[in-house]
């Protein structure tokens, strides 16, 4: 079926549009994931094609501390990505003088220089990201060829994780497919398909864990070399992309019957296989070739507090930027397998019934400490029937604590929303917090901790119907 976009909708971005390309002297504000850095970066390359002197800043999240990084700098038009619509009333006390925001987060009010998807019953968790709000944006002012980034955006966000994108973020992908700028495919899903040698690519993989594979390299070399594929081509090592059209058969029916075989549910199976996404103007075995290895780039920027790199590699930097990018990815990938190694370890506690809980008591960064909340779930480290919510030290204020909550599609299906419970729960405690129904933050009071987790634990059995 093809999609459409609402009249209305369209209607709504062209108006804001006009109105943005009448202004001048930008500060785009974005969030500092993979779906902010893409919007940020459309934003910029528009506003800059249209002649615009335009700065970027990129926030961990907007709230009363980091809007003060604006401070010097509220004569400019701020466009707020990714960020905003839920912190409207802050934005609007703090004297900033001119802004738009363009998000896909929940809104707290109507404002004549918003897009965003709610007020037309979209779903801003699955419909469509802030990146491709910001496509539309430009789509709207002639600007398609940054149409590749929305869908990074889209993906980084998870908007593809029932198999495939959906509703607005079809609408855009199609334009990229009839530009001759994407490609989609249904293939297997794993993760370092353009830039991980095989061995790698299944050693790596922690979504799901491949059993008896994940996590040994000896094991997944003779796995494939079993099947007849040659994990080298002369000197270079093979990637899933060089592959046979037979190879590839090969390889993936074995990791099927292989799941099988060890009782992984059929569905979670199944979530292996769906659409990838090729960048087809970016160079083939690099991680901008393919939207998810890209998102997870941009991801490790943003992680290692180096966004600026990210969201100049989305800007075309091939050079200095996208050499940076890479070491960043590295030392980000050994970060991860360090804090999963603590997780591991020290275990995750479970005296509340409906969630379960980590603190790494400082040794893990709030930056990265989600992500490893989310990997322990596809590494089988966390059983599926409760959330997580994972602790840091705030970096900035010794007194608070960050907390990371991750969920799945099954507890996501059943009820809960770990956004609206952060955020309700968390202002209890000294604290604000919100996201999604599967992803989530919030900040509390370092002492109400105990009582925190009480009232989280009531919330999502609420929630849940326990
Ligand atoms: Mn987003």
Known sequence: MVEELRPEF????????KKLAEEDDFLVVSHHDADGMTACAIMVGLLRSLGKKTDFLILKQLDSTTIGKIKDRMDKTVVFSD???GQMSMIKESGIKDFYIIDHHPPQEEYEKQVNPHFYAYNGGRDVSASGLCYLVAKSLGNIKMV???IVGAVGDMQDSEGELRSINRVILQDGIDHGILKIKQDLRLFGRQSRPLTQMLTYTSDPMLPGLTGNEAACAAFIEGL???LREGERWRTYVDLEFSERNKLTTAIYMRLLDYGVPEYVIQDMIGEVYTLLREEKRTELRDAKEYASLLNACGRQEQPDIGVNVCLGDRGESWRIAKEI???HRKALRDGITMLKARG???DRKNIYYFDSDGGIGENIIGVIAGMAYGAGIIPPDRPILAFADDKDNKDMLKISGRANWNLVRSGLHLGN??????RKYGGEGGGHDIAAGARIRKKSKEEFLDSMNKKVGEQLGR
């Open 228 to 230: 007849g594929i040659h």
């Open 421 to 426: 419970a952060l955020r309700e729960e968390s």
């Open 348 to 350: 995750t506690q479970s």
């Open 10 to 17: 369209w209607k709504n971005i062209c108006s804001v549009s």
């Open 83 to 85: 960020m905003g619509s």
């Open 148 to 150: 590749d980034l929305a």
């Open 329 to 331: 990815l590295q030392m």
